[in-house]
């Protein structure tokens, strides 16, 4: 489906942003990996708050043509408080292919791009830290046909609007994280 206005999931009301045009590959899939995890495995405390809280490796493949920028959202929908974010990178040159461990927490990056601010408050990449339970952990990538010139902070809901329109390929990863 790649039009959706919104989509009901584990009793969260969460924006489903449309995916604006057509892509090459599977209708604008787009390949997402880490070298520190696969889908569904857990993800290294190393990456987490128990751990270095360093952004973990991320690597994404099948970019449609037309890309002008890549943005990054991770979130933990299984949060007490609902979808939380644990970083948001966007603006992101759309010849970047992967970004290495331990992303400095600041406002870019040196490939160029920028990061807002995480549902935690703080810019860069916070790391899981469920409260209680096994949490999942979303890393979405998307190919965007706009360069958004958001300044750097901006909050999710900001970039979620920003990228309304602007999608043309999205992926995810997903790790999960428990504290026991």
Not at 78 to 101: E, F, I, M, V
Request: aromatic residues 8%; hydrophobic residues 35%; glycine residues 12%.
């Amino acid at each position: 489906m790649k039009k959706i206005s919104a989509v009901i999931l584990f009793g969260v009301l969460l924006m489903a942003l449309p995916v604006s045009g057509s892509a090459e590959g599977s209708e604008g899939t787009i390949e997402v990996r880490s070298t520190a995890f696969a889908e569904g495995d857990r993800i290294p405390s190393d990456f987490t708050c128990d751990g270095a809280d360093m952004s973990p490796p991320v690597e994404w493949a099948n970019i449609p043509s037309g890309t002008k920028s890549i943005a990054i959202l991770v979130e933990d929908p299984d949060a007490p408080s609902g979808n939380w974010s644990h970083w948001l990178a966007y603006d992101l040159p759309p010849s970047l292919r992967q970004l290495p461990p331990g992303i400095p927490a600041s406002k870019g990056f040196p490939a160029g791009g920028t990061q807002g601010r995480t549902d935690f408050g703080k810019m860069g990449y916070s790391g899981p830290c469920p409260p209680q339970g096994n949490h999942r952990y979303f890393f979405r990538v998307y190919a965007l046909d706009a360069i958004l010139g958001l300044k750097p902070g901006v909050t999710k809901q900001e970039l979620l609007r920003a990228m309304q329109g602007h999608i043309l390929g999205q992926g995810q990863l997903m790790g999960t994280y428990d504290r026991s």
